[in-house]
């Protein structure tokens, strides 16, 4: 775990809370025999995401991620669901003094060039269109963020039979 610590602080990236770090090398094992490292082998992780951009799970959920990606696995695709398809927005707004959570998923995303799927169902009946969709229900805008593509569940059934883990983030709700 101190490995990954040390890879955390030498890619200047924010320090993780040792909870998010523990569930990553809970998930992933990793070998040192003697003078020889054996590394990790590369997951392949599917996220799913259905809280809300304020619930603390929303945080959670992207600080995981970044664990993942710090950690050399791979996120293979990224689904957001109910109330989390909010996240990809890009019209959100938040008041001045709280964590723009859409902005800073929407630019690990675009980063780190991830699949991130927003579950069609959910997304249109919460206001998330992308062009297509606009001009199909004849509204005169879009508001798919970057790096975010419209589907349905059979996206998630495919990255779920692929992937080597799948963790949900739910939230309180």
Same mark, same amino acid.
């Given at each position: ?7 955390m602080?030498e890619?200047n990236l924010p320090?993780?809370?040792?909870q998010?770090?523990?569930m ?7 070998a040192?025999i ?6 990790e ?5 599917t996220?799913?995401l259905s809280?809300s951009?304020?619930d603390p799970a929303?945080?959670?959920a992207?600080?995981?991620?970044r664990a993942?990606? /710090?950690?050399?696995? #791979?996120?293979?695709r990224?689904?957001?669901?109910? =109330? *989390? +398809?909010h996240?990809a927005?890009r019209? &959100? ?5 709280e964590?723009?959570? /859409?902005?800073q998923w #929407?630019?690990f995303?675009r980063?780190?060039?991830l =699949? *991130? +799927?927003?579950?069609?169902a959910?997304g &249109?009946?919460?206001?998330?269109l992308?062009q297509a969709? /606009?001009?199909r229900?004849?509204k005169n805008?879009d508001n ?7 589907s349905?569940?059979?996206? &998630?059934?495919a990255a779920?039979?692929?992937a080597d883990r ?8």
């Open positions: 775990m101190q490995e990954f610590a040390q890879l602080a890619e320090r993780l809370p040792d998010m770090v523990g990553v090398h809970t998930l992933v094992f990793q040192n003697g003078d020889r490292f054996i590394p082998p590369v997951m392949q992780f996220l799913i809280s951009p304020q929303s945080r959670r992207l600080c995981f991620a993942v990606i /710090a950690g050399g696995h #791979q996120l293979q990224i689904f957001f669901y109910q =109330d *989390a +398809v996240l927005s019209l &959100l707004v938040v008041p001045q003094d964590q723009n959570l /859409a902005a #929407q630019e995303i980063e780190n060039q =699949d *991130a +799927v927003v579950c069609i959910a &249109l009946r919460r206001g998330i992308d969709e /606009a001009q229900y004849k805008a798919l963020a970057e790096g975010f593509e419209l349905g569940l059979g996206q &998630l059934h779920m039979q692929d799948v963790v949900h983030f739910k939230g309180d709700a």
